[in-house]
């Protein structure tokens, strides 16, 4: 899968998943959610060295989780009766917005 870090614009479904993205000029429809999860900052290291800066360190970057999806997204267009398609994983944080930070196609 190759990596990205460009923002997107995701139009979400019934069901809060993305329904539809823009990703450089091309709207891609989402036909699977393959799969959903949500990552948190690393807590575990600690950014004060005394107990109370540690624990204010841990919050803030649980506070910085992000949810991602991996959807499966076709464009629509018929090449040879057969749809281009790929598998992208879509991001979301409150910070930076969406992003697609990966593809295989």
Do not use: N
């Amino acid at each position: 899968m190759r990596q990205y870090d460009d923002p997107v614009e995701v139009r979400r479904g019934e069901a809060e998943d993305p329904d539809q993205f823009l990703w450089r000029g091309r709207l891609w429809k989402v036909r699977a959610v393959v799969a959903h999860w949500v990552e948190t900052g690393p807590w575990w290291q600690g950014t004060g060295t005394d107990s109370g800066s540690a624990r204010d360190g841990a919050a803030a970057d649980l506070v910085a989780e992000r949810e991602l999806w991996r959807v499966e997204a076709g464009r629509g267009i018929q090449v040879v009766d057969t749809e281009t398609y790929g598998v992208f994983d879509l991001s979301f944080d409150w910070t930076d917005g969406w992003q697609l930070v990966g593809c295989q196609d």
